[in-house]
């Protein structure tokens, strides 16, 4: 047998030795940091309790995505986050807003009586004018009347579109095109005013913000121009159809009609507002689900006030009683002023603005790059036959 070399032996142990000696330093490293971690750490949380360190929201990056939320209980004091909402508020007041309403529907239901009723002020072109005779017209005319009413500070610059002459011919056939060129153009002015390299500081608006269309109370089902306005300004303009002079039905009759109504809407395809499409969340879905089970609402419009029980009403007298305007329980008109102004005009704005007019504008820049790229197709075509004329000539 071979004896085992003295040195080999003392290698291995040595070996043995440095490789203990590394895992123990190994080991007192990982604790010194993790006793040097600990410290940092104590002394952040002091300094978060004195003050000193600034909490800060974890921004998202590209390989973790992190974001954190801090809300009001976990902020150390008041911030003053909140009063961005004064800052808008004084700036909308100072600036004002614009609102552009068009109402539609036959000569006689009232469009310019339930405008005055709506902004209890005499608003619509009949009011404006002290020597008006209403004729009837040969064709659809467009007429608008701007006022700019102010409330507690805030202004608001109101337009009436009108539309004499809707539907008061024998022969209607599209009698809706003036309404649509109408609105078209107002938003073809508005793209104008955004292609131009100088812009204004603010662009006139003068799109076509609601149309309301007035049905007349026949009790039957919607009529085929009814069915064919609706189809086509659906898609370009929020509509909002209400039954006019709803004083004419009994209770049994008005929600017979309204049925009728959905039924036809839905059966024809029409678009009206507020479309389900447009819901951004939950608490939206619901109240605009009860706004779409009145739809449409039945309405009675007058400028009169009578007294009531020793209080001043908006109604309509009759030989039965008074019909007062802003009570439920004899009409709807209070349902109609909440949608329209209390609490669905912005929303009215933010539809015309992003769906609308945003589907106009695509369509409009799309047709010009096409027209560009036409041009330059035909341009390139006849650049090359020219050119290949001239070297069959030189050929020759």
């Not at 992190?66 to 007041?93: C, N, P, S």
């Not at 389900?276 to 007058?302: Q, W």
């Amino acid at each position: 047998m071979e004896e085992v070399k003295p040195s080999a032996v003392e290698d291995k142990a040595a070996a043995e030795e440095a490789v203990e000696e590394r895992v123990a330093q190994e080991k007192t490293e990982d604790s010194t940091a993790q006793n040097k971690e600990t410290e940092e750490r104590e002394v952040d949380v002091e300094r978060e309790m004195e003050g000193e360190v600034e909490v800060v929201t974890p921004c998202p990056t590209e390989s973790h995505g992190l974001q954190g939320t801090i809300k009001g209980h976990d902020l150390f004091g008041y911030v003053g986050i909140e009063a961005v909402l004064d800052q808008m508020r004084r700036k909308t007041m100072k600036a004002g807003f614009e609102f552009n309403i068009m109402v539609v529907g036959q000569s006689g239901l009232g469009k310019s009586t339930l405008v005055n009723t709506l902004f209890k002020s005499k608003v619509s072109r009949k009011s404006c004018s002290p020597n008006y005779e209403e004729k009837i017209s040969k064709t659809v005319k467009l007429q608008s009347v701007s006022h700019v009413i102010e409330e507690k500070g805030v202004k608001m610059k109101l337009t009436v579109i009108d539309t004499p002459g809707f539907g008061d011919q024998i022969n209607n056939e599209n009698c809706w095109e003036p309404i649509v060129s109408y609105v078209n153009e107002q938003y073809e002015r508005y793209l104008k005013e955004e292609l131009y390299v100088n812009r204004k500081p603010r662009i006139p608006d003068t799109r076509v913000h609601c149309c309301v269309y007035f049905l007349p109370a026949t009790g039957h089902w919607l009529r085929p121009i009814d069915v064919e306005f609706m189809k086509r300004l659906g898609k370009i303009v929020s509509i909002v159809p209400i039954i006019a002079k709803a004083d004419t039905l009994t209770m049994e009759e008005r929600q017979e009609f309204k049925q009728r109504i959905r039924q036809d809407l839905n059966a024809n395809g029409i678009r009206v507002y507020p479309q389900t499409e447009y819901d951004e969340d939950p608490e939206d879905r619901i109240l605009n689900d009860k706004i779409r089970e009145n739809i449409p609402f039945a309405v009675v419009g007058t400028d009169k006030e009578h007294q009531v029980n020793g209080n001043k009403v908006l109604g309509r007298k009759t030989k039965w009683g008074i019909i007062e305007v802003e009570n439920v329980a004899h009409c709807e008109f209070t349902n109609l002023r909440d949608l329209l102004i209390r609490s669905h005009l912005q929303d009215l704005k933010d539809v015309t603005h992003n769906i609308h007019y945003e589907t106009f504008r695509v369509r409009r820049l799309n047709e010009s790059n096409l027209t560009v790229h036409g041009l330059a197709l035909v341009r390139d075509g006849e650049r090359k036959t020219e050119e290949e004329s001239e070297g069959w000539r030189g050929g020759e």
